[in-house]
Every structure is written in C-alpha cells, then in structure tokens.
C-alpha cells in the first residue's frame, strides 16, 4: 500500500496561536485525502475531504473557518488549527484514497493545546 | 448522511475462543465496509474489507459477514489470541461520497492468556 507520512507526530501549543499539520503521500500521487480527528478512547471522526487543487469539503459541525485544509500538490495536505483552544487537543489523522476503495492512513499527529 | 452503530463497546475473551463484532449502517448506498484494527496511539490498521457484492470473506482466523438486506455486517475472529488485544473500528463507505469512511464507535478487545 501506499505510505502516508504526517509531520509533526505531536505538538504542544499554547491557547489562541495556530498550528499547522502536514500530511505527505511519499510514493503515491493522491487527488483525494481525508483529515480525520480521534478523542482519547473515541472514534474516528471524519472532518474534511481534501481534493487537489479545489476547496475542501467539510463534515457537518466542523468549522471550515477555524480548520484550514490545503491541498496544493499530489503530495501534500495541510490542516490549520487556527486560534486553537484545550478543547482542539485531538489525535489528528490524515489518510490518502488509493485506488477506488481503500485508504491510506498516516501515523497521526498529537495536539495538545495548553 | 451514513450512520454505523458498532456493538460491543467491550469484549473480553479467553485466549482461544471466539470474538463476533457487530455493525449496522443506515444508508442502502454503502457498498465498502472495511475492519480496523487500532493499538494505543497508532494508526488504524486495515484487517479486512468486504464489498456488497459479496456476502462473505475471510483471511485466515479472521472473517467478515454483510447481510444487505438487513443493513449488517460482522467481524469474526477464531482462535483468539492475546496480541489480537486491540480497538477494532468496523467503517462504511459508498462512491457517492467520494468513498470517505464513516466509522462506528469502535469495540475493545481483550484477549485473556
């Protein structure tokens, strides 16, 4: 399968700044990924789908001003936690769609907001 | 939108036996149910998928039931064994929406030794 790699693995920062989460597809050029957000003993919740090139397409509930997603390239998404707060820290996890029905799931990244 | 409900939230098991795993989903257009397998700060892990094209599939100890008609699917696991111990996600999926998962609240496994 694909490897999906995120950037950083975990990240401390503080109330009201912004962090921005990479997600990179290192040998697989993806049109389409999927940001997702997992609570401690939670599932995993579906946030964004992210097309190359085009606008995001958020989740019902999910703030599209506060969780900037950009997909500039084949290769690369972001997802901005802007004025992030204690109630952002989550597991964050990005995954790339391969072929027609599977996906490919970065390692996930950390935030807590302090 | 798709709905999938998951149940057990628990399940402890002697090491040997069998664990079942249930889901249901509420949307007839889901045709993609895939099963994860999710250890302590990792990232899901696929174990096995099913289309609704088929009823059936299994790999080994491990194999997934879809009743269509009734909107169902489950995960079986024989001969359990104490490093399947993990949170299993079943997830439902369809073309129509660019194939995203939508995953059920998941189901902790213990495997007793």
């Known amino acids: 399968g694909a490897v999906v790699s995120q950037h950083p693995s975990w990240v401390i920062c503080k109330s009201g700044t912004s962090v921005k989460i990479e997600c990179r597809s290192l040998?697989?050029?993806?049109?389409?990924m999927f940001w997702y957000r997992q609570f401690p003993k939670q599932s995993l919740m579906l946030m964004a789908t992210?097309?190359?090139?085009?606008?995001?397409?958020?989740e019902q509930g999910v703030e599209k001003d506060k969780f900037l997603i950009n997909h500039a390239s084949l290769t690369l998404s972001t997802l901005t936690v802007t004025s992030a707060h204690p109630e952002d820290s989550s597991f964050y996890i990005c995954s790339q769609k391969g072929g027609l029905y599977e996906q490919y799931f970065g390692p996930g990244t950390r935030l807590t907001v302090t | 939108g798709e709905n999938v409900e998951q149940h057990p939230s628990t399940l402890s098991v002697q090491e040997g036996d069998s664990a079942v795993i249930k889901c249901t989903y509420s949307?007839?257009?889901?045709?993609?149910f895939p099963w994860y397998k999710q250890e302590l700060g990792k990232r899901p892990q696929l174990i096995i998928d099913?289309?609704?094209?088929?009823g059936e599939k299994k790999d080994q100890r491990i194999a997934v039931t879809l009743n269509k008609t009734a909107k169902h699917f489950s995960l079986h696991i024989t001969e359990t064994q104490p490093e399947d111990s993990a949170v299993y996600f079943c997830a439902a999926s369809q073309r129509d929406s660019s194939y995203k998962l939508i995953f059920g609240s998941g189901t902790r496994l213990l495997v007793r030794p």
């Open positions: 040998d697989f050029q993806a049109t389409t």
């Open positions: 949307d007839s257009a889901s045709n993609y």
């Open positions: 992210s097309n190359e090139g085009s606008k995001a397409t958020y």
């Open positions: 099913i289309r609704s094209n088929v």
